[in-house]
Structure formats: structure tokens, C-alpha cells
């Protein structure tokens, strides 16, 4: 079974950054795209950045200009690139990969969390 295994988060003052990476334990065909979600405790979880397999990027609208997604599909990781960290960034992360199994049907892998911490 296909494990996303993501690493890079920690605990750093504001201002600072931090760099998330995400590895597939072994090779997804057919990713359609790849992302960043966050949850923080009391709150749903939400989109952070994703791009797609045409290297289109979306991003959520507290992180753009300070986050920034990228991607290396030989190797099949994402990464998300974190500066002008806020106290209100704290959060875990999670990684999403998904794949298309069908005209118009998905598959998602989801990574088991990292913790970012940003103190004020």
C-alpha cells in the first residue's frame, strides 16, 4: 500500500520558514494533482496550495505571496515552501496526492500529518 510520508515540520518564530516535502513510498501513475492542506484545532480543514499535473498552482488566500508549491514528479514529491510565517499558520499539515482512476473519478492519498508551530 502506497504511503505519503511527509517531513520539514517544526516549531519557528514568526517571520521565519520552514520547507515541507512529501514522498510517495513508491511511484502513482496518473497523479492528476498535488497539495498542501491544514487543520487547525477547532477548525476544518483547509486547502493551502495545489498544483496540478499541468503545473497550474492555486493557493489559499491568507498564504499567497508568502507559500509556494512545487513539485518533482521523478521522484514523486511535493513540497511547500513556507515564508513570513504567522502565529495563525499553526497548524498540522497534510499532504494530498491525487490520482485519477477514471474519466471523471479520483483517488486521494493523504499523508498522517506534520506539525507546524509558529510562535509570536
Known amino acids: 500500500q502506497v504511503q505519503l510520508v511527509e517531513s520539514g515540520g517544526g516549531l519557528v518564530q514568526a517571520g521565519g520558514s520552514l520547507r515541507l516535502s512529501c514522498a510517495a513510498s513508491?511511484?502513482?501513475?496518473?497523479?492528476?494533482?498535488m497539495g498542501w492542506y491544514r487543520q487547525a484545532p477547532g477548525k476544518e480543514r483547509e486547502l493551502v496550495a495545489r498544483?496540478?499535473?499541468?503545473?497550474?498552482?492555486d493557493y489559499g488566500d491568507s498564504v499567497k505571496g508568502r507559500f509556494t508549491i512545487s513539485r518533482d514528479n521523478a521522484k514523486n514529491t511535493v513540497y511547500l515552501q513556507m515564508n513570513s510565517l504567522k502565529p495563525e499558520d499553526t497548524a498540522v499539515y497534510y499532504c494530498?496526492?491525487?490520482?485519477?482512476?477514471?474519466?471523471?473519478?479520483?483517488?486521494?492519498?493523504w499523508g498522517q500529518g506534520t506539525q507546524v508551530t509558529v510562535s509570536s
Open positions: 498544483i496540478t499535473s499541468d503545473d497550474s498552482t
Open positions: 513508491r511511484k502513482i501513475f496518473n497523479i492528476n494533482a
Open positions: 494530498n496526492f491525487r490520482q485519477r482512476v477514471g474519466i471523471s473519478s479520483f483517488f486521494n492519498y
